[in-house]
């Protein structure tokens, strides 16, 4: 199959999702997830990538950044990431072969309240997957340190994320935070939804068709979707399935969004 053309959108906020290669469970190890955390920081240090949330599962990730930087900048960041940690883990395994799928799915995402969506569903992963009750007992996500900042190895952009989200102070977000984590465990809400990881954009319709405008031709038999309070722009495709057990599926080709 020939590879979808690459496009690059400047000054968006991006969700990042990349499977490791037949949706194997190559993350499993806590050695593993914690040496993807590391070249995380290492790229944040390196590049300037501005991180706004992440979660590290088995067999995949989730990612949050803000275009902040420069074109190269996530790019740059995610073969740093994905290259050095599939080496780690091939060489300590004396395993040969694709670590990760070839492609990594990016989503934009509006500013605002579709951003705090798109937060809490990367914080609820695996509460989802059934592995903890809480994302406080997951420490492979930005749950923890978004709740208790940290002063050391920090990877979340603690101003960054106030200002995109419309705080005036970073305490009266984290008490949100806390409070839409909570209501979502409470009432449900914690369900999969593949917006989140199969669209090409999501957030109001105005901001939809300004992602799709300047895509220009490349969005040709992509349509802007109402789903609920939001918009998002994908294609009539296999969903993205977010699980841990038998059934596995995958990112479509054929909507993944990168940069050149």
Known sequence: MARAKRHYIPGQIWHITHRCHKREFLLKFAKDRRRWLQWLYTAKKRYGLVILNYAVTSNHIHLLVADDEGRDVIPNSIKLIAGRTAQEFNQRKSRQGAFWEDRYHATAVESGEHLLQCLVYIDLNMVRAGAVKHPSDWP????????????????????????????????????????????????GANIRDDKWTASLAVGSKV????????????????????????YQLREIQQPYIDDFNGKKSEIDPENVFLWH
């Open 140 to 187: 492979y996500c930005g749950y923890g340190e978004i709740q208790k900042p940290k002063r050391k190895n920090v990877l979340i952009n603690y101003k960054r994320l106030q200002e995109l989200l419309g705080f005036d102070n970073y305490e009266n977000l984290r008490a949100a935070h806390k409070k839409w984590v909570g209501s979502s465990l409470e009432n």
């Open 207 to 230: 901001f939809v068709e300004n992602v799709q405008a300047a895509m220009g031709a490349s969005a040709v038999g992509r349509k802007p979707r109402e789903t609920g309070e939001s």
